[in-house]
Nanobody, 122 residues
């Protein structure tokens, strides 16, 4: 397993931007961002594995996932934030190479961070 520590959450107004960071204790094969709003299921936001990237439909065109492998750090640049983006954001990782079609499914990840809260006001 890998230790994951998220940072960068906060409160912004709609239309604003935030960048989340996730520092990993070691390199991983597949790493992703998930989010969970109160009363809702955990949702896959974006994932990366090697050269492959995948985004959830609700964030396409607004969020960008990137990775600095020298620093074992994952980022999520979030632009044009909406109130519906309000959630706890989690970093997740696995040493398994996942097929692209399951990279946004939480059940395939075995390491999780504690989360960072993002709140978007209208």
């Amino acid at each position: 397993l890998v230790q994951l520590v998220e940072s960068g959450g906060g409160s912004v107004q709609a239309g604003g931007s935030l960048t989340l960071s996730c520092e990993a204790s070691k390199s991983t094969v597949t790493i992703a961002w998930f989010r969970q709003a109160p009363g809702k299921e955990r949702e896959g936001v974006a994932s990366t594995s090697g050269s492959r990237l995948i985004y959830g439909d609700s964030v396409k065109g607004r969020f960008t996932i990137s990775e600095d492998r020298r620093k074992n750090t994952l980022y999520l640049q979030m632009n044009n934030l909406k109130p519906e983006d309000t959630a706890m954001y989690y970093c997740a990782a696995t040493d398994n190479g996942l097929q692209t079609y399951i990279m946004l499914e939480a059940r395939w990840y075995d390491s999780w961070g504690q989360g960072t809260q993002v709140t978007v006001s209208s």
